[in-house]
């Protein structure tokens, strides 16, 4: 066999290889990515400053019914370059949340380049692996789009594991694109629920009644 088709095959294998990590189907766990802010417009962190970058965050969630080892999960965006890895354990029905800055720090250990998070706000995709013996496998993920990305809105589960939902209560969303305004606040770190109540519709006539 020529030298040159036994590149061409490599480099075939190795695009399918690279295709199939970017693509691979989420793997049955207790550790799910519960809500995502990807445009910090607050010191959401809690260091005094605000930093697009820094105050950026990813909240995971355990649903399952023990604790559970985080050794091997890490989060990337859509590129898959890996961006914050856990450590320790996460207690049943806790809420572990990620700020860009423990992302830099992590980066910085490590040798790796400086981004933080890189939640792009015009749209991107948060992605949680899990290393698990030779394999890496894509535990869960979510693919926001560019109006869950305006300024201190967050997507998230609602309630926690469930459907994700638009948290725009900070910045409230007019459009019609799904999902939609639901006008609560993000919650990082803490149980995602909604307690908003839809304003009750009044007629004209109804209206001078009560005014009368």
Not at 68 to 95: N, Q
Request: aromatic content about 8%; some cysteine; charged content about 20%.
């Amino acid at each position: 066999m020529h030298l040159a088709s036994i590149v061409r095959r490599a480099l075939v294998t190795l695009s399918a290889l690279a295709l199939l990590f970017l693509n691979a189907p989420a793997a049955p766990c207790d550790i799910l990515l519960n809500e995502i802010l990807a445009a910090p417009a607050r010191d959401w962190n809690g260091d005094g400053v605000v930093n697009a970058r820094d105050d950026e965050w990813v909240e995971i969630w355990n649903q399952g019914p023990g604790s559970v080892d985080l050794s091997g999960f890490f989060i990337t965006d859509a590129d898959s370059t890996p961006r914050y890895a856990f450590s320790g354990s996460i207690a049943s029905g806790e809420h572990r949340v990620v700020y860009g800055n423990q992302a830099v720090d992590w980066q910085r250990a490590n040798g790796r380049s400086v981004a933080g998070l890189s939640l792009n706000n015009s749209g991107d995709t948060a992605r949680l692996w899990r290393i698990v013996g030779p394999d890496t496998v894509l535990v869960d993920a979510y693919a926001y789009k560019s109006h869950e990305g305006g300024n201190d809105r967050s997507s998230g589960r609602e309630p926690d594991g469930g459907a994700w939902a638009l948290f725009d209560g900070l910045d409230p969303y007019t459009g019609s694109l799904d999902p939609g305004s639901t006008g609560c606040s993000p919650t990082p770190g803490a149980e995602n629920t909604c307690s908003v109540t839809p304003a009750e519709k009044v007629t004209w006539g109804r209206l001078k009644s009560i005014y009368r």
